[in-house]
């Protein structure tokens, strides 16, 4: 059952977002929760994602909090956030990003951040093992954190309403591709969304940072889904669905909220000339 717990973890990492992003002249927000259960039916916990993106930068924040059949066996309490910059032709670039995890009666914080000279990491406690091969420091520059790679799928699908490309992801010790392919358009109406969204394949590729005894789960994980909303004139593809097979069964977040705050922003207005 450990595996609930890792799709637990991994559910957050991949699907979990809020955004608070300074004002700008085009801003989008959103507000959501999801509820996660195997079966659809047995719960495993509750996420609560805010959205909020302006056309430069961008903020994503996302928490995790576990119940019912996953707390019998790994009870769990995350939250994470993530910033960078948001650009129409580079595409998404972070800047940091930070994690505290509680899991089994442990706890871990994770602060990332992308510099100039390569990513930092500040992690506590340590990891006693980095996997073999470890992560390489040209991968970790070429990857993103979890919710940055997020980020980067949800502005491409957006953008261009495909599920295409791959997204390098590091999280601190464990470093994996997520591949996006398919693409069906469907209706979508629950929880306060109707309209279009795009149904993307889901694959979680292992790459590095991972121990032998992990080996068989490279082949064993199976490809999931996930759903983008494409709410009309959006350049943010919020992610609405996402379903896991799962060796005890289906599991999967099912979206419980949806809400589209409007954001007002102060315009300066210049003062009346002096006659």
Same mark, same amino acid.
């Given at each position: 059952?450990?595996?609930?717990? #890792? ?23 959103? $507000? ?23 056309? $430069?930068?961008?903020?994503? #924040? ?33 800047? #940091? ?35 073999? !091969? ?19 799928? #949800? ?50 590729? !292992? ?69």
């Amino acid at each position: 059952m450990r595996r609930l717990g #890792s799709f637990a973890a991994s559910g957050l990492a991949i699907f979990g977002l809020a955004i608070i992003a300074a004002p700008a002249a085009h801003a989008e927000r959103y $507000s959501l929760e999801f509820r996660g259960a195997v079966f659809g039916i047995l719960p495993l916990g509750d996420v609560k994602l805010d959205i909020d993106a302006d056309t $430069s930068s961008y903020r994503v #924040s996302a928490q995790l909090e576990s119940s019912g059949l996953l707390d019998l066996f790994e009870r769990t309490n995350l939250v994470a956030e993530a910033n960078g910059g948001l650009d129409a032709a580079a595409g998404v670039n972070w800047f #940091s990003y930070a994690l505290d995890h509680h899991y089994s009666r442990k706890h871990r914080t994770i602060q990332m951040r992308n510099t100039p000279d390569g990513v930092a990491a500040d992690i506590a406690p340590n990891y006693p093992v980095w996997g073999e !091969p470890p992560a390489s420091d040209d991968q970790k520059r070429q990857a993103r954190d979890p919710l940055s790679s997020l980020m980067a799928m #949800s502005a491409a699908v957006a953008r261009t309403r495909t599920c295409a490309n791959d997204y390098l992801t590091f999280d601190g010790r464990f470093l994996y591709r997520l591949e996006l392919r398919g693409g069906e358009m469907r209706r979508f109406e629950e929880a306060g969304y109707d309209g279009e969204a795009l149904r993307c394949r889901l694959r979680y590729v !292992p790459v590095a940072g991972f121990e032998p005894r992990d080996g068989g789960r490279r082949n064993r994980i199976p490809e999931g889904e996930i759903w983008f909303a494409l709410p009309p004139g959006a350049t943010i593809a919020p992610p609405v669905r996402a379903l896991s097979p799962l060796a005890v069964g289906r599991a999967g977040l099912t979206l419980t909220r949806f809400t589209q705050p409007r954001i007002e922003i102060a315009q300066d207005t210049p003062p009346a000339p002096t006659p």
